[in-house]
């Protein structure tokens, strides 16, 4: 079992920057592929980013790539999500997921085997 909880959230203005970050527990964090989603009112769950287990590759969704940076301290047990340069179609509830299945960072949710709870992120204009 794995327990993931997100912080870092917050209300910002657009051009500005958060720090997500997702601290795990229960189990060898290395062993998990990491990755980031987010879910608009009334939108599906939409793949942002991801990280292999040594955090060698990294993965984005086109609408973040140049603006948001995911990482990872194995020694922490914590992945980040860096955002910069927010917009207001950037305003969505953050969840971290952990995945030690597959070899690949996979982009659906319901291939993941734990989520947090998520961390809400309002952008306004």
């Known amino acids: 079992q794995v327990q993931l909880v997100e912080s870092g959230g917050g209300l910002v203005q657009a051009g500005g920057s958060l720090r997500l970050s997702c601290a795990a527990s229960?189990?060898?964090?290395?062993?998990?592929?990491m990755a980031w989603f987010r879910q608009a009112p009334g939108k599906e769950h939409e793949f942002v980013a991801g990280i292999t287990r040594a955090g060698g590759s990294t993965y984005y969704v086109d609408s973040v790539k140049g603006r948001f940076t995911i990482s990872r301290d194995n020694a922490k047990n914590t992945v980040y999500l860096q955002m910069n340069s927010l917009k207001p179609e950037d305003t969505a509830v953050y969840y971290c997921a952990a995945d030690r299945t597959y070899n690949s960072v996979r982009y659906h949710l319901h291939e993941y085997d734990y989520w947090g709870q998520g961390t809400q992120v309002t952008v306004s204009s």
């Open positions: 229960g189990r060898t964090f290395s062993d998990y592929n």
